[in-house]
């Protein structure tokens, strides 16, 4: 069972802070031959870059919206992020080519994207959650009752401070 905190918490972090979302659209929800393996490749990636500690990878959320899956994640740097994306060993590279391979013979069957931000500062606040967020992929720490206002903890200096 999920354990439930009830007080106050936000997240602790020292260092670089990338928060990466990646979905895909499902256009032609009829036809799963053409969007599931995108489907697919997307946990493979994950386990392989949560399996290891120095990919970069703090952790992530799967979350569903309009018409398909974004995976919200959480990395320790932009430079760890694109090295991942580009590199030959990993499964990301041949998943990619695959769907570029699947969407030229149906254009417009599957749609990917992603964004990426760079975070100075972020502020967070869980009452009554189990661990999720920044909290899950950092660390959940009590609010400082000097950090007890969201102003406060996003005025911060960095995403360091507690």
Do not use: C
């Not at 069972?1 to 936000?10: H, L, N, Q, W």
């Not at 975070?119 to 992929?137: Q, W």
């Amino acid at each position: 069972m999920t354990t439930i905190e009830p007080t106050r918490s936000t997240h602790h972090y020292e260092g670089e802070l990338v928060v990466f979302l990646i979905g895909m659209t499902i256009n032609r929800p009829w036809r799963p031959d053409l969007w599931l393996p995108t489907l697919a490749a997307m946990p493979r990636m994950l386990r392989e870059l949560s399996e290891d500690p120095d990919s970069g990878l703090l952790g992530y959320r799967l979350t569903f919206e309009g018409r398909g899956p974004t995976v919200i994640q959480y990395w320790n740097s932009v430079d760890k992020l694109y090295a991942y994306a580009s590199d030959s060993q990993a499964k990301h590279r041949p998943a990619w080519a695959a769907f570029n391979r699947r969407a030229r013979k149906a254009p417009g069957a599957v749609g990917v994207w992603h964004e990426t931000y760079p975070v100075d500062r972020a502020e967070s606040i869980y009452v009554g959650t189990p661990a999720m967020g920044l909290a899950r992929a950092t660390t959940r720490v009590p609010v400082a009752r000097k950090f007890n206002a969201a102003r406060d903890r996003l005025l911060r200096s960095g995403t360091h401070e507690h």
